[in-house]
């Protein structure tokens, strides 16, 4: 898809990930990004880097009516990128299974519903992509991270089950699976499993580049950093060697 001229709506984009894909956006020659937060204040700052063309917008992944009125607000967009996502430390054995529930709530049916909100969107205004950033845990169960690994596997399967139903409303469908990338959400991983520290950490401004490379080329699978890209070739041939990696780390 032509990343010049289009008009994109991020989840999650006050921090991390989707903030360095707002710049990302502007930097290509989106015509408006919509940064979406569950918290608009938080947005201040990204507003700030280019008031004419970043537009803040309300999205709480766990609040339907958000999701709805974006949807309404955001009327113009042709590119929608589910980045928001949350994770929750612990064993699926014995763990708070509220957590559990929690991550795959948002990861999962919440990016369900922006999906759904903004599919007729997109096919209103004659066509785009939809991008949804997943994890390479999508392909195996690491035991610490708790549900997310399970979370994004769903979140692959969904990615894979709207391409063939949207390709013919003129919706790509692309797959983003990151590596470790050093944000918030890492530094969290890290401080309750320091192992995590033995590997290499890409930075979100990397990933944002190398996804928006990804959506221009019209990859539906991007591994957007070295390591993905080493879990990404292994998984085309030894999907039970990446269940061991992912797993063993
Ligand atoms: N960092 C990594 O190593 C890594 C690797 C692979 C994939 N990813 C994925 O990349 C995406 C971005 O992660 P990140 O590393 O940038 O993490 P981050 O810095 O922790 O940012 C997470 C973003 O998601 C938002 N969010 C969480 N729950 C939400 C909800 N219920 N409704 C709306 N927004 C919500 C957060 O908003 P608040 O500020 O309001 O909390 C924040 O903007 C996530 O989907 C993550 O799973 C990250």
New binding site residues.
């Given amino acids: 898809m032509d990343i010049e001229g289009s008009v994109v709506l991020v989840?999650?984009?006050?921090?991390?990930?989707?903030r360095a894909l707002v710049d990302a956006f502007l930097a290509r020659g989106a015509a408006r990004v919509y940064a979406a937060?569950?918290?608009p204040a938080?947005l201040d700052p990204v507003v700030a880097g280019d008031p004419a063309r970043v537009v803040p917008v309300e999205?709480?992944?766990?609040a339907p009516d958000t999701i709805a009125a974006a949807a309404t607000t955001a009327a113009d967009v042709t590119l929608l990128v589910n980045?928001?996502?949350?994770?929750g430390m612990g064993h699926l054995l014995d763990m708070d299974l509220a957590l559990v529930e929690e991550v795959m709530r948002?990861?999962y049916l919440?990016t369900l519903r922006v999906l759904r909100a903004f599919a007729p969107v997109i096919e209103g205004n004659g066509g785009g992509a939809v991008v949804n950033?997943?994890?390479?845990?999508a392909f195996g169960g690491t035991p610490s991270l708790g549900g997310?690994p399970a979370s994004?596997a769903a979140l692959h399967s969904l990615t894979q089950a709207v391409r063939p139903d949207l390709a013919p409303r003129g919706i790509s469908v692309h797959g983003v699976f990151?590596?470790?990338?050093?944000?918030?959400?890492?530094d969290?991983?890290l401080g309750h499993e320091p192992v995590f520290g033995e590997f290499p950490r890409a930075t979100?401004a990397e990933v944002a580049r190398a996804t928006l490379d990804g959506i221009a080329a019209d990859a539906e699978d991007i591994f957007p950093d070295s390591f993905a890209a080493e879990v990404g070739e292994m998984w085309r041939v030894d999907p039970k060697g990446v269940e061991r990696r992912l797993s063993g780390i």
């Fill in positions: 989840t999650g984009a006050n921090r991390g990930i989707g937060a569950r918290n938080s999205v709480d992944l766990s980045n928001a996502g949350s994770h948002t990861n919440g950033v997943i994890s390479i845990g997310y994004k990151p590596g470790p990338v050093d944000t918030d959400m890492f969290d991983v979100a």
